[in-house]
């Protein structure tokens, strides 16, 4: 098997450091505090939410519950999977527990299918109207209120930023009031869109305000992946040298998904040795298989926006670029529509800021662009 996964968690012995975060997140599970979990896209938010669960479910003193809403678009859907989370995993419930939930899926009736892929049952509930979504969502709080005063339970709640797009005006205002009532049970809610979680939880009209500790996720330190990078190739037996672990957490910015995905191609690559050369080969095959879907990027962009993030590639992270300094070197027309592609290209989620200077997201992709 290779041990770089690109796919969600595979266990403990796959998982590189995050020894602070795991434990802070068990800690605010086993102190009913909420967390708000945030970071730019693919950095491992969703893996970390795992590996913490996976803590948590040993210890077997409490219960752990994993949704993702991203396809969700309304309420009515949000519910659904929210029963989903909560029932779905019957098998591993004892006792009370088992006997609470069989009492409550007699008396709501969800409607159980099967995932045609996984096979796992999905639970859905008949709510059609408002009116019946918000009575459903009652009954299920209230539910999760006796349940949890059996064994308390952490749920998250995964690319949470879709609720503030669901058509109803105040499914913020509603989750506060029952996840406020509730005291044997804490919430993580995790999400990419770093201002829209930002705005969600610290503006003061907003409902979540203050409700949450906020925790956004990094780069794991170099020294922590390069010594996990040789650990891995080590036990499958490939001698990877320094320079090429460090070209490695170079190219990727230390971006958990990319250094991932390279070295699970390094590993697939069957050699014993893996030095700088084969790093700098393997990036220029990923970046010949992917050439396709760059250039596709194109057709989805005016030419000023194509223009300007092949120049924020080639700068790797500049912070002024309505500078005349900038604007100049890559021929950019002026600070108007600079300021303009910056932000269509933000919303794209092309680039990114971090403190305060632009980034390509892909990195691959950055890599490409600075070759043109
Ligand atoms: N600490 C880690 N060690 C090894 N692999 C990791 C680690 N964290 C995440 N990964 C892997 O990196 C990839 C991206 O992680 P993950 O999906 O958790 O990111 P994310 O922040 O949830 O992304 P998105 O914003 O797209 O939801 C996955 O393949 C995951 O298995
Ligand atoms: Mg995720």
Redesign the pocket.
């Known amino acids: 098997m290779n041990p770089f996964?690109?796919?969600?968690?595979?266990g403990p012995a796959?998982?590189?450091?995050?020894k602070a975060e795991t434990k802070r997140i068990v800690d605010a599970a086993f102190n009913q505090r909420n967390i708000t979990l945030s970071?730019i896209?693919?950095?491992?938010?969703?893996?970390?939410i795992h590996?913490a669960f996976q803590q948590l479910n040993k210890t077997n003193k409490i219960d752990t519950v994993y949704l993702d809403i991203y396809y969700t678009e309304s309420l009515s859907g949000f519910i659904n999977r929210l029963g989903t989370g909560l029932f779905a995993n019957r098998e591993s419930l004892t006792g009370k527990i088992k006997r609470m939930t069989n009492y409550f899926i007699r008396n709501i009736r969800p409607v159980i299918t099967f995932d045609g892929l996984t096979g796992f049952p999905v639970f859905s509930f008949n709510v059609e109207t408002e009116q019946a979504s918000l009575q459903t969502l009652n009954e299920i709080f209230g539910f999760l209120e006796k349940r949890s005063a059996e064994k308390p339970l952490i749920i998250a709640i995964?690319?949470f930023q879709q609720i503030a797009g669901y058509p109803e005006q105040n499914v913020e205002a509603i989750l506060r009031t029952h996840i406020q009532k509730l005291k044997n049970v804490s919430f993580i809610f995790s999400g990419?869109d770093r201002h829209l979680l930002t705005r969600m939880f610290t503006n003061a009209k907003q409902p979540f305000y203050q409700s949450t500790e906020l925790m956004y996720?990094e780069a794991?330190a170099e020294e922590e992946y390069a010594a996990?990078i040789k650990d891995k190739f080590a036990e499958g037996s490939i001698t990877i040298d320094d320079k090429a672990v460090k070209e490695i957490l170079t190219l990727t910015r230390s971006h958990?998904?990319y250094v991932?995905y390279l070295c699970n191609k390094l590993y697939g690559f069957g050699g014993e040795l893996i030095d700088e050369h084969i790093v700098k080969q393997m990036l220029s095959e990923i970046l010949q298989e992917n050439e396709v879907y760059y250039s596709e990027y194109r057709n989805l962009l005016s030419k000023a926006q194509w223009k300007l993030l092949i120049a924020l590639a080639k700068e790797e992270g500049i912070v002024q670029v309505t500078s005349s300094a900038f604007m100049r070197k890559h021929n950019l027309s002026n600070a108007a529509t600079v300021r303009r592609g910056i932000k269509s290209l933000l919303e794209k989620f092309m680039i990114y800021q971090s403190d305060k200077k632009y980034f390509v997201y892909d990195v691959f992709f950055a890599t490409w662009l600075k070759q043109l």
């Not at 796959?14 to 995050?18: G, K």
């Not at 896209?41 to 970390?48: A, E």
């Open positions: 996964s690109l796919k969600d968690y595979i796959y998982f590189c450091d995050r970071s896209r693919k950095m491992g938010k969703t893996g970390l590996h995964d690319e990419s996720l794991i996990f958990t998904y991932q």
